[in-house]
Antibody, heavy 122, light 113 residues
Framework: EVQLVESGGDLVQPGGSLRLSCAAS????????MNWVRQAPGKGLEVVSY????????YYADSVKGRFTISRDNAKKSLYLQMNSLRDEDTAVYYC???????????????WGQGTTVTVSS | DVVMTQSPLSLPVTLGQPASISCRSS???????????LSWFQQRPGQSPRRLIY???NRDSGVPDRFSGSGSGTDFTLKISRVEAEDVGVYYC??????????FGQGTKLEIK
């Protein structure tokens, strides 16, 4: 069974840091590009970051550029999001997600994790 | 980034009746390969998003055939032929043509009247 399991969400003070993890199983992780998508309370979906499996190229939303870093460890079948200088507006559920069927990034994500909650508050 | 605009934002529907959600993009969504990368997602209460449709009208595996997608250019529609109780949730359109990034609509909340 294809599965993504996020972890690392927590309550953190403004200016603090967190590292999110996403453990993949049931598919060849090293073959697929990966995304982090977030959803603020009561709000819509926003792609935060993306990483290519072939080039290592990355994308960051303007709202997180310079503060967040995406990375992956294909041997551990894991995706990460290092979040620094956290702000109140980063409060959200963070999902890792990918497109497997069909495996074309432009089709959007057909596999999602259950999400991990990040709360930034003093 | 391409802006996706959905309407209505709230959609009360009687069980067994049809429902329709509109999505308009700020730029045309035909990609250089000839495909139109417009997808629809469903998010039930308390659940992760689920993709229903990709490339305008292709249903994902396991998606009931009462869901259908149509449209072209900048105007797209998701239709539910007969709404069931399990269809309650928020529906999002998303474009991938002008990726990166993928951009989503604001969401349409479907509820049972």
């Amino acid at each position: 069974e294809v599965q993504l399991v996020e972890s690392g969400g927590d309550l953190v003070q403004p200016g603090g840091s967190l590292r999110l993890s996403c453990a993949a199983s049931g598919f060849t992780f090293s073959s697929y590009d990966m995304n982090w998508v977030r959803q603020a309370p009561g709000k819509g979906l926003e792609v935060v970051s993306y990483i290519s499996t072939t080039t290592g190229g990355t994308y960051y939303a303007d709202s997180v550029k310079g503060r967040f870093t995406i990375s992956r460890d294909n041997a551990k079948k894991s995706l990460y999001l290092q979040m620094n200088s956290l702000r109140d507006e980063d409060t959200a559920v963070y999902y890792c997600a990918l497109s497997i069927t069909p495996a074309a990034i432009r089709n959007g994500m057909d596999v999602w994790g259950q999400g991990t909650t990040v709360t930034v508050s003093s | 980034d391409v802006v996706m605009t959905q309407s209505p934002l709230s959609l009360p529907v009687t069980l067994g009746q049809p429902a329709s959600i509109s999505c308009r993009s700020s730029q045309g969504l035909v990609y250089s390969d000839g495909n139109t990368y417009l997808s629809w997602f469903q998010q039930r209460p308390g659940q992760s998003p689920r993709r229903l449709i990709y490339k305008v009208s292709n249903r994902d595996s396991g998606v009931p055939d009462r869901f259908s997608g149509s449209g072209s250019g900048t105007d797209f529609t998701l239709k539910i032929s007969r709404v069931e109780a399990e269809d309650v949730g928020v529906y999002y359109c998303m474009q991938g043509t002008h990726w990166p990034p993928h951009t989503f609509g604001q969401g349409t909340k479907l509820e049972i009247k």
